[in-house]
């Protein structure tokens, strides 16, 4: 089969089995470049060199189902990052209203099969970071009727109940309040997303949990050891979990070349006064001047495949998935620049013999399958438990 | 559950009609008999929509009080609210100003907002949630108390107008803008966006605890009706938080309410007193202006007006105000009818105004 031929076969593949993607920064992305006016950018245009999503775009990609982070800075805590998470909440509701031939609300996994069925893209949201609840079990409770329907229990930095990944540990993984959420959201229905935390915080959370855990957007530590991917221990108690990993396509977590690049590039930007997250026009222009002299690595179609072979052959087929990171990162795999990229990687792992089938757990069934399987274990622990008033 | 307590109690005002009214059994002093009677009747058909009930902060205190039951531990009971002939609360999601700290308005005010619900969601054969005036009529059909959620306070907002619309979404239809930074001393820029932006989403602007100069600005500038939702009246009692009558003119011109507390400090020790507040209320506010926002919702201690002392008693100022002349469809008004009106303007206005603006 010719190379054509098998991006040709991705597309039809994911016509009947769209892309459900766990992780998509663009309302972060509209919050920062135009305060969520749509007008002053129309996700229904051509958003390339400004964005790496908008909607032509993610029709292109055969993405079926999305679920937008409600990100908010590391940084923010208390009111501040409750009211920007309710901000963000805010302008994915305004994107999904905006945009109703595109875009479809969604809550359940029934929602999701129904936009599958209406041609539309199934709209999620997840929280990313505990430190969107300002420790308020309450506030776990309003984001999630407010249609949040995962939280990744720390971003960046470790919080008063949870180590991150990247951040000095103070809990050996999750408190006893960390484990109350984690408990609280089993009984709501929220999925626990353990992307960004420690591995400690990881084998907590998986410990506690009645439900299916996910992680939007992490890859295999074995294959690049960045502390942001999932080392293979964890990945081997998803099958009795019932939990997907969703592969991330971030550069600077998934080729070990990039990492070093990466450490390198933040050090040039920290010392012009920026940021090392700034995606700002001028962060990147810092950027490409540093690539001048020093060429970045690239990532491609066939980094993100290894980390899914070896993803697949750990976790097993019915507990992975794919989550972008887009809009989210500065950096992009070539093939996979954008969210149009999604049928290069599907071309890539037919050639390395993927079946239909397993594809399509890959791409629709398994996350799909994990926010019913939550659904299920709230409604069990929902009539039997009430509400829990756990403080920290 | 009563059937099961140790020890029956003696007149909690389990029951319903004249002359079991509740704790205190005093008649309204000088209110004939009959009257009362007349206000039962009246209350059967007009209850009473009250603006201002705190329970839900006292629960948040002590949650183990069960107000399916007479719950002497509390003003506020279902038991009670049934014999005062309660149709609709408003339950106040407002905290004591020193309670939370500086760091946690929002997400405190998340916490009264999931207690409300929990509340609401315990009592399904007495309590409804109400998101609409169409909600507080059904309710009444349905022989339910309707529940509306608010007012929150307007410091939750500071700076944008998300966590607003979050707040709408969980069912919150009032918000009391005293003591928000851009409601202090004038209504700022972005004080005037959240009054349209609550007008949008059909939110009641509760002006309660507003200095007057504010209260009036603010009055002008929602195109829906403004609401204390309680208050006395200055004029007689000039006591901070009570309505001054140049609010009450603007109330008037605005075609607002204003909603009159039983409170002994506010209005007075007495059933008379309270009357009294009501009746200045009208003279100012118009018969169209005028409401009944009690601010129950306490465990015992706080002082209350002799016959006023918990919700079985809105029948006595019924009767008391029939005996000072009152006609029953002014007195409709009081209790349903102006509180039901100020509703429905406000989703007529949100309505008009969702044609033109979006969020």
Same mark, same amino acid.
């Given at each position: 089969?010719?190379?054509?031929?098998?991006?040709?076969?991705?597309?039809?593949?994911?016509?009947?089995?769209?892309?459900?993607?766990?992780?998509?920064?663009?309302?972060?992305?509209?919050?920062?470049?135009?305060?969520?006016?749509?007008? =002053?950018?129309?996700?229904?245009?051509?958003?390339?060199?400004?964005?790496?999503?908008?909607?032509?775009?993610?029709?292109?990609?055969?993405?079926?189902?999305?679920?937008?982070?409600?990100?908010?800075?590391?940084?923010?805590?208390?009111?501040?990052?409750?009211?920007?998470?309710?901000?963000?909440?805010?302008?994915?509701?305004?994107?999904?209203?905006?945009?109703?031939?595109?875009?479809?609300?969604?809550?359940?996994?029934?929602?999701? &099969?129904?936009?599958?069925?209406?041609?539309?893209?199934?709209?999620?949201?997840?929280? &990313?970071?505990?430190?969107?609840?300002?420790?308020?079990?309450?506030?776990?409770?309003?984001?999630? =009727?407010?249609?949040?329907?995962?939280?990744?229990?720390?971003?960046?930095?470790?919080?008063?109940?949870?180590?991150?990944?990247?951040?000095?540990?103070?809990?050996?993984?999750?408190?006893?309040?960390?484990?109350?959420?984690?408990?609280?959201?089993? =009984?709501?229905?929220?999925?626990?997303?353990?992307?960004?935390?420690?591995?400690?915080?990881?084998?907590?959370?998986?410990?506690?949990?009645?439900?299916?855990?996910?992680?939007?957007?992490?890859?295999?530590?074995?294959?690049?050891?960045?502390?942001?991917?999932?080392?293979?221990?964890?990945?081997?108690?998803?099958?009795?979990?019932?939990?997907?990993?969703?592969?991330?396509?971030?550069?600077?977590?998934?080729?070990?070349?990039?990492?070093?690049?990466?450490?390198?590039?933040?050090?040039?930007?920290?010392?012009?006064?920026?940021?090392?997250?700034?995606?700002?026009?001028?962060?990147?222009?810092?950027?490409?001047?540093?690539?001048?002299?020093?060429?970045?690595?690239?990532?491609?179609?066939?980094?993100?495949?290894?980390?899914?072979?070896?993803?697949?052959?750990?976790?097993?087929?019915?507990?992975?998935?794919?989550?972008?990171?887009?809009?989210?990162?500065?950096?992009?795999?070539?093939?996979?620049?954008?969210?149009?990229?999604?049928?290069?990687?599907?071309?890539?792992?037919?050639?390395?013999?993927?079946?239909?089938?397993?594809?399509?757990?890959?791409?629709?069934?398994?996350?799909?399958?994990?926010?019913?399987?939550?659904?299920?274990?709230?409604?069990?622990?929902?009539?039997?438990?009430?509400?829990?008033?756990?403080?920290? | 559950?009563?059937? !099961?307590?140790?020890?029956?109690?003696?007149?909690?005002?389990?029951?319903?009609?004249?002359?079991?009214?509740?704790?205190?059994?005093?008649?309204?002093?000088?209110?004939?008999? #009959?009257?009362?009677?007349?206000?039962?009747?009246?209350?059967?058909? $007009?209850?009473?929509?009250? *603006?201002?009930?705190?329970?839900?902060?006292?629960?948040?205190?002590?949650?183990? $009080?069960?107000?399916?039951?007479?719950?002497? #531990?509390?003003?506020?009971?279902?038991?009670?609210?049934?014999?005062?002939?309660?149709?609709?609360?408003?339950?106040?999601?407002?905290?004591?100003?020193?309670?939370?700290?500086?760091?946690?308005?929002?997400?405190?005010?998340?916490?009264?907002?999931?207690?409300?619900?929990?509340?609401?969601?315990?009592?399904?054969?007495? !309590?409804?949630?109400?998101?609409?005036?169409?909600?507080?009529?059904?309710?009444?059909?349905? *022989?339910?108390?309707?529940?509306?959620?608010?007012?929150?306070?307007?410091?939750?907002?500071?700076?944008?107008?998300?966590?607003?619309?979050?707040?709408?979404?969980? *069912?919150?239809?009032?918000?009391?803008?005293?003591?928000?930074?851009?409601?202090?001393?004038?209504?700022?820029?972005?004080?005037?966006?959240?009054?349209?932006?609550?007008?949008?989403?059909?939110?009641?602007?509760?002006?309660?605890?507003?200095?007057?100069?504010?209260?009036?600005?603010?009055?002008?500038?929602?195109?829906?009706?403004?609401?204390?939702?309680?208050?006395?009246?200055?004029?007689?009692?000039?006591?901070?938080?009570?309505?001054?009558?140049?609010?009450?003119?603007?109330?008037?011109?605005?075609?607002?309410?204003?909603?009159?507390?039983?409170?002994?400090?506010?209005?007075?020790?007495?059933? $008379?007193?309270?009357?009294?507040?009501?009746?200045?209320?009208?003279?100012?506010?118009?018969?169209?202006?005028? *409401? !009944?926002?009690?601010?129950?919702?306490?465990?015992?201690?706080?002082?209350?007006?002799?016959?006023?002392?918990?919700?079985?008693?809105?029948?006595?100022?019924?009767?008391?105000?029939?005996?000072?002349?009152?006609?029953?469809?002014?007195?409709?008004?009081?209790?349903?009818?102006?509180?039901?009106?100020?509703?429905?303007?406000?989703?007529?206005?949100?309505?008009?105004?969702?044609?033109?603006?979006?969020?």
């Amino acid at each position: 089969m010719s190379a054509a031929q098998r991006l040709t076969e991705a597309r039809e593949l994911l016509a009947e089995h769209p892309v459900v993607d766990g992780h998509n920064d663009l309302p972060w992305a509209l919050r920062e470049r135009a305060r969520y006016d749509l007008d =002053r950018l129309d996700v229904a245009g051509d958003q390339r060199g400004t964005l790496h999503t908008d909607i032509p775009r993610l029709r292109a990609g055969g993405v079926g189902a999305q679920f937008w982070s409600v990100f908010v800075r590391s940084d923010y805590a208390g009111d501040t990052a409750v009211s920007a998470t309710l901000e963000q909440i805010d302008g994915v509701d305004q994107l999904i209203t905006r945009y109703p031939e595109a875009f479809a609300r969604a809550l359940t996994a029934d929602d999701m &099969e129904a936009a599958r069925a209406d041609g539309r893209i199934a709209s999620l949201m997840g929280a &990313e970071g505990g430190h969107s609840i300002n420790n308020s079990l309450a506030t776990l409770r309003a984001l999630h =009727r407010l249609g949040v329907r995962y939280m990744t229990l720390t971003h960046n930095d470790t919080i008063d109940w949870a180590d991150s990944a990247t951040d000095e540990p103070r809990h050996g993984g999750l408190s006893d309040f960390g484990r109350e959420v984690v408990r609280e959201m089993n =009984r709501i229905g929220m999925l626990v997303d353990l992307s960004h935390v420690a591995a400690t915080t990881m084998r907590d959370a998986i410990e506690v949990s009645t439900a299916p855990v996910i992680f939007s957007h992490s890859s295999a530590r074995a294959v690049c050891d960045h502390p942001r991917n999932v080392p293979d221990d964890v990945l081997a108690l998803l099958p009795a979990n019932g939990g997907v990993a969703m592969a991330t396509f971030v550069p600077k977590f998934i080729l070990t070349a990039a990492v070093e690049w990466t450490l390198a590039a933040d050090e040039n930007l920290r010392a012009h006064g920026f940021h090392h997250l700034d995606t700002s026009p001028e962060a990147m222009a810092l950027h490409r001047a540093f690539e001048a002299e020093r060429p970045r690595p690239v990532a491609t179609a066939a980094t993100v495949a290894d980390h899914l072979d070896h993803m697949r052959e750990v976790a097993g087929v019915d507990h992975i998935g794919i989550g972008g990171d887009y809009d989210g990162t500065a950096f992009t795999p070539s093939g996979l620049d954008d969210v149009s990229g999604y049928p290069n990687l599907i071309a890539e792992l037919l050639t390395r013999g993927w079946s239909r089938a397993d594809l399509a757990k890959l791409t629709w069934s398994n996350a799909v399958r994990a926010l019913r399987d939550a659904e299920a274990v709230a409604r069990d622990l929902s009539a039997s438990r009430g509400p829990s008033n756990a403080v920290i | 559950m009563a059937d !099961l307590q140790d020890e029956p109690l003696q007149s909690p005002g389990t029951d319903v009609g004249p002359g079991c009214l509740g704790s205190d059994d005093l008649a309204a002093p000088g209110a004939a008999p #009959g009257a009362l009677d007349r206000a039962m009747e009246l209350l059967s058909e $007009h209850p009473v929509a009250d *603006g201002c009930n705190t329970l839900v902060w006292t629960l948040r205190q002590s949650p183990y $009080h069960d107000i399916d039951t007479p719950d002497l #531990g509390v003003d506020t009971d279902i038991p009670r609210l049934r014999a005062g002939g309660v149709g609709a609360q408003f339950w106040s999601l407002l905290t004591p100003s020193e309670a939370p700290a500086c760091d946690q308005v929002v997400s405190d005010t998340l916490e009264q907002i999931d207690v409300a619900l929990s509340l609401v969601r315990r009592y399904p054969d007495s !309590l409804c949630l109400a998101l609409t005036p169409d909600d507080m009529v059904d309710a009444r059909n349905r *022989g339910r108390i309707a529940a509306f959620l608010g007012p929150v306070p307007g410091r939750t907002l500071s700076g944008s107008l998300g966590a607003l619309r979050a707040f709408h979404a969980l *069912g919150v239809r009032a918000l009391a803008p005293a003591g928000a930074p851009w409601a202090r001393e004038g209504l700022t820029v972005f004080g005037h966006e959240v009054v349209k932006e609550m007008n949008r989403l059909g939110m009641l602007v509760d002006l309660a605890g507003c200095p007057s100069a504010v209260a009036c600005q603010l009055a002008g500038a929602s195109k829906a009706p403004v609401i204390i939702s309680n208050t006395g009246a200055a004029a007689l009692n000039p006591r901070p938080g009570n309505v001054t009558d140049e609010v009450l003119l603007a109330l008037r011109a605005a075609g607002g309410l204003a909603m009159v507390t039983f409170d002994t400090e506010r209005t007075g020790d007495s059933l $008379h007193a309270v009357a009294d507040h009501v009746d200045h209320v009208r003279a100012l506010a118009g018969p169209n202006g005028v *409401g !009944l926002g009690a601010a129950f919702g306490a465990e015992p201690g706080s002082p209350r007006p002799a016959g006023l002392t918990d919700p079985s008693g809105y029948p006595r100022l019924v009767a008391e105000l029939l005996e000072r002349g009152w006609t029953e469809p002014d007195l409709a008004l009081l209790t349903w009818g102006n509180a039901q009106r100020v509703l429905r303007d406000a989703e007529f206005t949100a309505r008009a105004a969702q044609h033109r603006r979006p969020a």
